[in-house]
Nanobody, 125 residues
């Protein structure tokens, strides 16, 4: 059984920074091959892919955050972080941590096996 726990959300002014963290706690068999990532959801819209990192180190970003967000994985700690710089109001939403035990999982939310509870990020002056 795997549980994902996010932290680090909050309120920030446009141009500011936040760092999100997600820890995967696992019982039983643990897998060395996995992908972790983040989705964002705003009211009335589908959850949208933001970024992902594979246990082998390959990263992927949605175009709108490239150059501003950095995703990092820590295989030993089963942890993923999302450093968000240059935040804009369009970055506002609930950010969900996700995990899957495959590579090349894709950007469709239905492709991901595990989801955290979400953490709110609000960018506003």
């Amino acid at each position: 059984q795997v549980q994902l726990t996010e932290s680090g959300g909050g309120l920030v002014q446009p141009g500011g920074s936040l760092k999100l963290s997600c820890v995967a706690t696992e019982s039983g068999w643990t897998y060395s091959r996995y992908t972790m990532g983040w989705f964002r959801q705003v009211p009335g819209k589908e959850r949208a892919f933001v970024a992902s990192v594979e246990s082998g180190g390959r990263t992927r970003y949605v175009d709108s955050v490239k150059g501003r967000f950095t995703i990092s994985g820590d295989n030993a700690q089963k942890m993923v972080t999302l450093q968000m710089n240059g935040l804009q109001p369009d970055d506002t939403g609930v950010y969900y941590c996700v995990k899957d035990f495959n590579f090349r999982v894709g950007t469709n939310p239905g492709s991901w096996e595990l989801w955290g509870q979400g953490t709110q990020v609000t960018v506003s002056s």
